[in-house]
């Protein structure tokens, strides 16, 4: 089967540094992206990687060690804004994206 | 940037009855629609993949005649919970594929579906 694991909830300051971790195990991989939603919007991508290593987007980067079946999406200068649910999402196949647990990220002042 | 559009964005129906939702791809011509269900706090399920012109590719679970999906141009794909129940009631969600040499998705603001 397929599973990617999240933590469930995250709190952190304004300000601080927040790692979320996932783990997954997939019967294909091409690729591991992020998004963000907000309660009752739409997914909205933030990075994708395909190789190991780092990508920096703004404040955020994403990490991917194919070998650990192992990212982590890093988010810095945490805005109030930022409190929201992220979902890795492993690119199975050309086409197929499966998503993981979720992780809600709380913000606070 | 890419525009997926739903409607309506949320609905209430009774049980027993049939609810269609659309998803439109606003400025792209979407080759691939995907659909996806989401249960309060959880995650985006895959449901199926529709390809404009052929028939829908369900996942496994997902039962074909309960939610029919059509694509029928490469704008428009929708989705039919027919003979809905309140198990049913769920946020779907469509993100659309432009093109052959894509794989990025762009998602839909979502329906939020109430069965009473």
């Known amino acids: 089967g397929q599973s990617l694991e999240q933590p469930s909830e995250v709190t952190a300051v304004e300000g601080a540094i927040v790692q979320i971790n996932c783990t997954y195990q997939?019967?294909?991989?091409?690729?591991l992206s992020w998004y963000q939603q907000h309660d009752g919007g739409a997914p909205t991508f933030l990075s994708y990687?395909?190789?190991?290593g780092l990508e920096e987007t703004g404040r955020f980067s994403s990490f991917l060690s194919r070998s650990d079946s192992y990212g982590y999406l890093l988010l810095q200068e945490l805005q109030m804004k930022d409190s929201a649910s992220y979902f890795c999402?492993?690119?199975?196949?050309?086409?197929?994206?499966?998503f993981g647990t979720g992780t809600r990220l709380l913000v606070s002042p | 940037g890419a525009v997926v559009s739903q409607h309506p964005s949320w609905v209430i129906c009774k049980s027993g009855t049939s609810v269609k939702i659309e998803c439109r791809s606003l400025?792209?011509?979407?080759?691939?629609m995907f659909w996806y269900r989401q249960f309060p706090k959880q995650s985006l399920m895959l449901m199926a993949t529709?390809?404009?012109?052929?028939?829908?590719?369900?996942e496994q679970g997902v039962e074909k005649d309960k939610f029919l999906i059509n694509h029928a141009s490469l704008t428009l794909s929708t989705l039919t919970v027919t003979s809905a129940h309140p198990e049913d009631s769920s946020f779907y969600i469509c993100?659309?594929?432009?093109?052959?040499?894509?794989?990025?998705?762009?998602f839909g603001p979502g329906t939020r579906l109430t069965v009473t």
């Open positions: 999402a492993v690119r199975t196949g050309f086409q197929k994206l499966v």
């Open positions: 529709s390809n404009e012109g052929s028939k829908a590719t369900y």
């Open positions: 400025d792209f011509q979407a080759t691939t």
């Open positions: 993100s659309a594929r432009e093109g052959e040499g894509t794989y990025e998705q762009y």
């Open positions: 997939t019967s294909g991989f091409y690729g």
């Open positions: 990687n395909a190789l190991d």
